[in-house]
C-alpha cells in the first residue's frame, strides 16, 4: 500500500522571518551604498581624467564604453530619479562612443565591445528589444561582412565577441541554433 508523503508543518515564527527580512534588507542597503560608492569613482576618474587626455579613437570608445557600463550598474539597482539619471547618462556615453567607433573598422573588437554593451543595455535597463536587435544585427552583419580580411590576432577578439553578440540576437530574437537548423532543414526540402 503506497503512503502519502508526509510534509513537514511550517512552524517558522513570524518574528524570526521579519528580523531575517530586515537583515536581508540592510545588508542590501549596505551593498547598494558600496556599489554606488565604487561606480561614482570610477566615473569620476573617467571623466575628469581619461576622456579628456584621451588622444586616440580606440582609447576614447572604450572610455565612453566604460562610462556607459558603469552607468548602467547603477541604473541596474537605482530607483526614482537616481534610476533616470544614471540610464540618461549611460545612453549618452554609449552614443558618443559609438559616434567615435563608427570610424574604427567593423571587426574592431574595441568597437565591436561597446556595441555589445550598448545593446545589452538597451535590451536590459531601458528594455527596449526592437533596439537592441537593430543595433546588434547591423554591427554584426557589418562585421561579418569584413571577417576575411583579418589578422588572426583581431580574428580571436573580434571572434568571440561576434560570438557573443550571435548569442544574444537568437535569445532576444527566441532563435536557437536548433530552430535555425531546422528552418534551413525544411526550406531545402523539396526545392530542387
Known sequence: QLQQPQTQQNTTNPKSNLKHIEMVKCYREKVEKELTFLCNEVLTILRQYCLPNSNFKESQVFYYKMEGDYDRYLAEFKTGKEKETAIR????????GQHIASELPP???IRLGLILNYSVFLFEVKEDTESAIKLAKESYDEATGVIDNLNEDTYKDSGAILHILKDN????TGNTSNNTEEQETSEG????
Open 189 to 192: 526540402e523539396g526545392q530542387e
Open 169 to 172: 540576437l537568437n535569445l532576444w
Open 107 to 109: 571587426m574592431h573588437p
Open 89 to 96: 547618462e549611460a545612453t549618452e556615453a554609449y552614443i558618443q
